[in-house]
């Protein structure tokens, strides 16, 4: 799997039933997490989420989901803890959907986002792009800002996602292509670390996705989670 990655995706739909047997697998942060979520439909969520990320790197350690155990860097990223098999990894999820990465080696991240215009203020956009990125949002069809706005959004959020960094990293100190016409990528000038490649992903229909890793992978391969991955037709009530 050297240098290639994998990306899941999978749709937070699963019935009661189907998160009640999800949340098994999940450790007991996890489940204290869970519930301290306000509305059930964000606790449903975040439950299938975690058990799909559970499931894949399980499949990847050759033990059961409930066997995977993490640990966190200084700014909350996830690593696997006690494990001999290096792998990165990284997982988003926003509305109904949630997309995994996973890669041999080195330093990887996803981000995607829904496609909202009503979200796309002077403001945000002043706090989340650089002057030469607002100047190029600034220079497209008004009827593209949307679009442009979360291409550049979710380069951002995959870059530092790799990074580790969370939000200790300003998202001014670093520019990204925002044009919907053009490929994913840092630009020139960008204070990066390292050789990093940025690569959109398919999400679903008004959705934007990006990948960030540190290395040009030999091959992106995208599959689709469901139901049958995690076995749940077994246990159907």
Sequence with gaps: MSHEVHVWRLRLTAEPWAVRILERALAADERERAQRFLFTVHRDRYIQSRAFLRHVLSRFLGGTPEEVRFQYGRYGKPELAGSEQPLG????????????????????????????????????????????EQRALAELPPQRHAEAFFKGWCSKEA?????????????????????????????????????????GIPVAAEYAGVLAIDREPVRITASEWGSADFGLERERP
């Excluded at 999820?93 to 796309?120: F, K, T």
């Design 89 to 132: 990894f990284n997982l988003s999820h926003a509305g109904e959907w949630a997309m995994l990465s996973v890669c041999a080696a080195g330093r990887i991240g996803i981000d995607i986002e829904p496609i909202r215009p009503d979200h796309v203020t002077p403001g945000l956009v002043s706090q989340v792009f650089a002057p030469n």
């Design 159 to 199: 870059y530092v996602k790799g990074l580790g960094l969370g939000f200790s990293r300003s998202l001014h100190s670093f520019e990204v292509c925002v044009d919907p016409d053009r490929p994913h990528r840092l630009l020139k000038g960008s204070a990066v670390d390292g050789s990093w490649f940025l690569h």
